[in-house]
C-alpha cells in the first residue's frame, strides 16, 4: 500500500448538501432560451449521471475498510456527494425519457456497459474513479470561465442543478484520487483507468448529445454542431494539461488552483439555504 501524505480538514469541506429541486410533470427539458444546443449537451451529461457516479461510489465504498483513517472519512463524505449528485440528476432525467421516450437505447447500453466496468479489479475501479475525477474537475475549470456566456439565458432550476453539481466536483476534487493513491497508487493502472473513463464519458456524451439534438430537432443546424466543436476542443485543451499533470509522482489534486465562480456561488446560493 502506498504512502499518503495526510489530507487534513479534507473531510471537513465536503459537505452533504440537497440543493432541492424541482421537476414537475411540466418541467422544461429544453431550458436553455439562446443556446438550445449547450442543454442538450448537458442533459446528454445528465443522462450518464445515473451510471458512471454509482459506479464509482461501489468502486470507493467496496475499499473504503481498507484505507488509512486520514483518507476513510473524505472517501465516504464524497461517496455521499457523488449519491446526492445521482439522485438529482436522475429526477431530472426522468423528464427527459418522458418527453423523449426513443432515447431509453442510451441508458440501456450505458447500463450494460458499467455492468461489464463493475466486474472489473478493485485496483481498475479506484483508477477510474480517480480520472473521472480529473474530467469533473476539468468541466468545471472549463464552466467557470464561461459561466455568463452559457448560463445567463438557462432556465433557473437547471442552471441551479449543473452549478451545484459541478461546485462540488471542485469541492471533492482531491478525495478519489487519495482513494486510488492509498489504495493502488499504481500509474500505469491510472493512466489505463483515465483513458478508459475518458472513452465511455466522451462517447456516451457524444451519442447523447447527438440523440437530443435528433429530438430537438436540432441535428442539422450548423450552429449548434460549430459550437459543439469549439466547446469541445476549448474542453480539451482544458483536460490535458491537467491529465497529464494528474497522472505525475507527486502531484495531489488539492494543488491546483480552484476556479472562483463556482466555490462562492455554493457558498452564497446553496449553503446560505441550508
Ligand atoms: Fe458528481
Ligand atoms: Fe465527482
Same mark, same amino acid.
Given at each position: 500500500?502506498?504512502?499518503?501524505?495526510?489530507?487534513?480538514?479534507?473531510?471537513?469541506?465536503?459537505?452533504?448538501?440537497?440543493?432541492?429541486?424541482?421537476?414537475?410533470?411540466?418541467?422544461?427539458?429544453?431550458?436553455?432560451?439562446?443556446?438550445?444546443?449547450?442543454?442538450?449537451?448537458?442533459?446528454?451529461?445528465?443522462?450518464?449521471?445515473?451510471?458512471?457516479?454509482?459506479?464509482?461510489?461501489? @468502486?470507493?465504498? %467496496? =475499499?473504503?475498510?481498507? #484505507?488509512?483513517?486520514?483518507?476513510?472519512?473524505?472517501? /465516504? +463524505?464524497?461517496?455521499?456527494?457523488?449519491?446526492?449528485?445521482?439522485?438529482?440528476?436522475?429526477?431530472?432525467?426522468?423528464?427527459?425519457?418522458?418527453?423523449?421516450?426513443?432515447?431509453?437505447?442510451?441508458?440501456?447500453?450505458?447500463?450494460?456497459?458499467?455492468?461489464?466496468?463493475?466486474?472489473?479489479?478493485?485496483?481498475?475501479?479506484?483508477?477510474?474513479?480517480?480520472?473521472?475525477?480529473?474530467?469533473?474537475?476539468?468541466?468545471?475549470?472549463?464552466?467557470?470561465?464561461?459561466?455568463?456566456?452559457?448560463?445567463?439565458?438557462?432556465?433557473?432550476?437547471?442552471?441551479?442543478?449543473?452549478?451545484?453539481?459541478?461546485?462540488?466536483?471542485?469541492?471533492?476534487?482531491?478525495?478519489?484520487?487519495?482513494?486510488?493513491?492509498?489504495? @493502488?497508487?499504481? %500509474? =500505469?493502472?491510472?493512466? #489505463?483507468?483515465?483513458?478508459?473513463?475518458?472513452?465511455? /464519458? +466522451?462517447?456516451?456524451?457524444?451519442?447523447?448529445?447527438?440523440?437530443?439534438?435528433?429530438?430537438?430537432?436540432?441535428?442539422?443546424?450548423?450552429?449548434?454542431?460549430?459550437?459543439?466543436?469549439?466547446?469541445?476542443?476549448?474542453?480539451?485543451?482544458?483536460?490535458?494539461?491537467?491529465?497529464?499533470?494528474?497522472?505525475?509522482?507527486?502531484?495531489?489534486?488539492?494543488?491546483?488552483?480552484?476556479?472562483?465562480?463556482?466555490?462562492?456561488?455554493?457558498?452564497?446560493?446553496?449553503?446560505?439555504?441550508?
Amino acid at each position: 500500500m502506498a504512502v499518503v501524505t495526510p489530507k487534513s480538514g479534507e473531510y471537513h469541506r465536503i459537505r452533504n448538501r440537497n440543493p432541492k429541486l424541482s421537476f414537475d410533470e411540466n418541467y422544461p427539458i429544453s431550458w436553455h432560451s439562446t443556446i438550445p444546443e449547450f442543454a442538450c449537451a448537458c442533459n446528454a451529461v445528465s443522462l450518464l449521471m445515473p451510471h458512471v457516479e454509482p459506479f464509482v461510489v461501489r @468502486s470507493v465504498e %467496496r =475499499v473504503a475498510d481498507e #484505507l488509512p483513517d486520514d483518507v476513510r472519512p473524505a472517501a /465516504l +463524505a464524497y461517496a455521499r456527494q457523488e449519491r446526492q449528485h445521482h439522485a438529482q440528476h436522475r429526477r431530472f432525467n426522468d423528464r427527459v425519457f418522458a418527453e423523449h421516450p426513443g432515447l431509453g437505447w442510451i441508458d440501456r447500453l450505458m447500463a450494460t456497459t458499467f455492468r461489464f466496468l463493475d466486474r472489473r479489479s478493485d485496483e481498475f475501479g479506484v483508477a477510474f474513479a480517480a480520472g473521472a475525477e480529473t474530467i469533473a474537475y476539468a468541466g468545471a475549470r472549463w464552466t467557470d470561465d464561461r459561466i455568463g456566456t452559457l448560463f445567463t439565458d438557462a432556465e433557473p432550476t437547471a442552471r441551479r442543478l449543473f452549478l451545484w453539481h459541478l461546485a462540488e466536483e471542485v469541492e471533492h476534487k482531491g478525495a478519489a484520487h487519495d482513494v486510488w493513491e492509498s489504495f @493502488s497508487g499504481n %500509474r =500505469v493502472k491510472y493512466v #489505463l483507468g483515465t483513458i478508459t473513463s475518458v472513452m465511455v /464519458l +466522451a462517447f456516451f456524451a457524444f451519442i447523447g448529445t447527438l440523440g437530443l439534438l435528433w429530438t430537438e430537432r436540432r441535428l442539422f443546424s450548423p450552429r449548434a454542431h460549430w459550437n459543439l466543436l469549439v466547446w469541445s476542443v476549448t474542453y480539451v485543451f482544458e483536460f490535458m494539461p491537467l491529465a497529464v499533470v494528474s497522472a505525475l509522482p507527486g502531484h495531489h489534486p488539492n494543488d491546483l488552483a480552484d476556479p472562483v465562480y463556482l466555490p462562492t456561488w455554493l457558498k452564497t446560493q446553496v449553503d446560505n439555504e441550508l
